[in-house]
């Protein structure tokens, strides 16, 4: 049978090695030409030219001659339709089988599985010596743990690298938690769009299951605080999974336990709970402390490094510094001046405004007396708190400083300088003649224009009651031994009993309480103009300052059968909170930062704001801080002036600069004079600089992302304890084949030569016998 394959143009050999062949058309026209033009075309014209032929051949004749002329047409056009010998056949190629291993910090945590079929899966796939076949990697191959987890950045990657290779199979073991670049579950619909027939078998390992786990977090307490005062450390306690059971929190420095213990009770139920908590520490000595909160760890967490809080601390023995000016001799000035003087705490000075001038102004011993108002904002600086009793405020004056411009050095003292602010509302002065002050704007509550007699009488006293941040605040916990229930009862006498603390008649009924104020005690009935309570005892933070008021002018009564105890009790409370802002640093130097705890390689933003030896916004292009970073020599870091474009006094002053630590753990930014002469205190800020720990915010596996990345690349999820099943999974996928095809042209061959001859040869013999040539 050569001469067939010679004849074809074919080589037999050659389709013998393919396992599939068929005849293709390169150039074929349509069906419906074929059928409806080209044959009819083929089988007519050639009939009619051989019908108008000489008369000399007979009909057959005719007819054969016109057939041939049709072949030969034929046989012409389907060369022109290039038939080819179209060979196919399978090859099967040697490809790559890719295998993902997640070594970011998350893998590295030891999960807890609480399920007896989780635990008897584990023992099987981990005794099964048919994984050795997957291999293991060398310490060579091991480069992490890594701070992140980029998976689908890694499936791109590994991808781009493996660009015109055959990939079999992808195999991806991770707990799922991507915590950078582009989504896995989005790289898997992008190859899928990209027709990448690559399927994903991912491997899930760590437990499905929501982890147990207690967490402390959103710590909340001051910078600075004074020896021998109770300091506040709130933060919140995060549990999930431990409902009903009892934790112990413990308070140290250096390991040194400077509280007792504190049983936390732990709320929810399946939910995450997450409480509030507070406790407190009276630190006897001035210095610097680091201060730890922790809970040991269970045995059933996974995370172990979010149960403890860390804040630095700086305490001082500082004694409060009080102005206290009344204007003529109220009852409540004669207990609470006595109050203040006796109280060795504290350094008073008293100005009675109605005295006469051979009168001798009382204070602390040892103090000169005060012989007129100290106006300038260098002699308010002086003080922690200034109290404004029934005070006339154009009294407010000096022979060199007008009442406007006290009253400006006032509000500079409360929003500038941190200074706080005390009022004592009174039936002659306060707060009503101070509505159209800048004074006005310091005070928590609005003040009334409008009525003549802006008070509220009663002929029987009356008690407040505290509202729900009173009754946690420690600004009214008058005994320290009492629960907050006891305290609210001593506040409000509900039981009737007598017990509780003396009521008032007179009460100054204010406008409304501002929005920014925080009111801890209120009138029981009495409602002001936006519906709310009468406030009675509140206050609001003013820029670095505090400014309390009082609505009552006779909590000296308070004195009735206990003396001094609750009296002293609450005015020392009130000033000791007052005065905070001027714990914060130096009174000239100001240090703010966007945040305490920065991530390594994260801009701190530092601001600050300095004034010159008169207290005034300090002019000048540059300014330098003093930084020290861990294990480091101090170096100085130059802050340029921030722009003033419209002389915004609250914007002079004021300096600005970035730097970006490269060290991890605490740093420490001083502010302060720079001359010799210049003795003023610094001020020093601290901020800690810590890994990122994003791996371990959800150490839960995310089934559903593997799941879905899976399915998109049609592989398949296997969870870390069905392992085992990894090989027979990926081997039903088949094998990796490569197409290979052949075409051989078939319409130049000898056979369609040798046809076209022939039929033109039998053509023009048939006319030379019927004489039509």
Request: include cysteine.
């Amino acid at each position: 049978m050569n001469w067939i394959t010679w004849l074809l143009g074919i080589d037999r050999g050659l389709v013998k090695q393919y396992e599939r062949w068929e005849i293709r058309w390169q150039a074929i026209p349509k069906a419906w030409v074929i059928v409806l033009i080209l044959i009819p075309l083929v089988m007519l014209i050639p009939g009619y030219f051989y019908k108008r032929e000489n008369k000399t051949a007979g009909g057959g004749a005719r007819l054969a001659l016109s057939l041939i002329r049709s072949a030969i047409i034929a046989v012409l056009l389907l060369a022109l339709f290039q038939p080819i010998l179209y060979l196919e056949r399978e090859l099967t190629k040697e490809s790559y089988l890719v295998v993902l291993v997640d070594e970011s910090l998350s893998m590295q945590i030891k999960d807890k599985y609480t399920e007896d079929q989780q635990f008897e899966a584990l023992a099987r796939v981990t005794a099964d010596a048919s994984l050795g076949a997957m291999g293991v990697p060398t310490e060579d191959d091991k480069q992490g743990p890594y701070k992140d987890t980029a998976i689908g950045s890694a499936i791109d990657s590994v991808l781009k690298e493996l660009h015109g290779q055959p990939i079999a199979a992808m195999v991806i073991i991770t707990d799922g938690r991507n915590t950078e670049g582009t989504d896995p579950a989005d790289m898997a619909a992008q190859l899928a769009d990209r027709g990448t027939k690559i399927p994903i078998y991912t491997v899930g390992v760590g437990n499905p299951l929501p982890p147990k786990d207690i967490s402390l977090s959103k710590l909340e307490a001051p910078d600075v605080a004074v020896a021998g005062d109770f300091v506040e450390f709130k933060f919140s306690v995060t549990s999930k999974g431990f409902a009903g059971e009892t934790i112990q929190v413990s308070m140290t420095d250096h390991d040194t336990s400077i509280t007792p213990m504190l049983d936390v009770k732990l709320e929810g139920k399946e939910k995450e709970v997450e409480q509030a908590v507070l406790m407190k520490w009276k630190p006897e000595r001035p210095g610097e402390y680091t201060v730890k909160v922790a809970t040991p760890v269970r045995a059933e967490e996974i995370v172990e490094g979010n149960n403890e809080l860390v804040h630095h601390i700086r305490i001082v023995d500082n004694k409060i510094k009080v102005l206290f000016v009344e204007g003529y001799p109220r009852w409540e000035y004669r207990y609470l001046k006595n109050a203040l003087v006796r109280d060795k705490s504290m350094l008073v000075d008293v100005l009675l405004l109605s005295a006469d001038e051979s009168f001798p102004q009382e204070g602390s011993p040892g103090r000169t007396p005060l012989t007129e108002f100290p106006a300038e904002k260098k002699q308010l600086a002086e003080y922690d708190v200034i109290i404004l009793g029934d005070v006339n405020p154009r009294d407010m004056r000096t022979s060199t400083v007008t009442s406007q411009q006290v009253w400006d050095n006032l509000v500079t003292y409360v929003e500038e300088l941190g200074g706080g602010l005390v009022m004592i509302a009174g039936e002659v002065y306060a707060p009503k003649e101070y509505a159209d002050t800048p004074i006005a704007r310091l005070l928590p509550v609005s003040v009334d224009r409008t009525s003549a007699s802006p008070a509220i009488m009663h002929d029987e006293p009356v008690r407040v009651e505290l509202t729900p941040f009173g009754k946690e605040s420690p600004l009214m916990r008058l005994v320290a031994s009492m629960t907050p229930e006891e305290n609210v009862e001593l506040w409000q006498d509900a039981d009737g009993k007598g017990d509780g603390l003396p009521g008032f008649y007179w009460f100054y009924r204010a406008r409304s309480p501002k929005a920014g104020a925080t009111v801890l005690a209120t009138h029981p009935s009495y409602e002001v103009e936006n519906g709310q309570r009468l406030p009675v005892f509140c206050y609001q933070r003013v820029g670095r300052g505090i400014c309390f008021f009082s609505a009552v002018d006779s909590t000296w009564r308070w004195r009735y059968l206990r003396g001094d105890q609750y009296f002293y009790t609450f005015w020392g409370q009130v000033m000791r909170h007052c005065r905070s802002g001027k714990l914060i640093g130096s009174k000239r130097f100001q240090i703010e930062l966007d945040k305490n705890s920065y991530s390594l390689m994260d801009r701190v933003r530092i601001k600050a704001r300095v004034l010159d030896k008169e207290y005034e916004p300090l002019h000048e292009p540059t300014y330098t801080v003093t930084l020290t970073a861990p294990d480091q020599m101090p170096v100085e870091l130059e802050l340029k002036a921030e722009e003033n474009p419209s002389n915004d006094l609250k914007k002079m002053g004021w300096f600005a600069g970035d730097y970006q630590p490269s060290r991890l753990g605490w740093y420490e930014l001083a502010l302060g004079p720079r001359g010799l002469d210049d003795t003023d205190p610094k001020t020093i800020v601290k901020f800690n600089v810590e890994e990122p720990n994003r791996e371990n915010e959800n150490p839960m596996m995310d089934a559903q992302t593997l799941i879905k990345v899976s399915e998109t690349t049609r592989g398949k999820f296997l969870p870390f304890y069905e392992v085992d099943k990894l090989l027979s999974t990926i081997k039903e996928t088949g094998e990796i084949v490569d197409i290979e095809t052949k075409e051989q042209d078939l319409w130049d061959t000898p056979l369609v030569f040798i046809l076209f001859a022939a039929l033109i040869t039998v053509e023009w013999v048939i006319r030379k016998m019927v004489r039509l040539v």
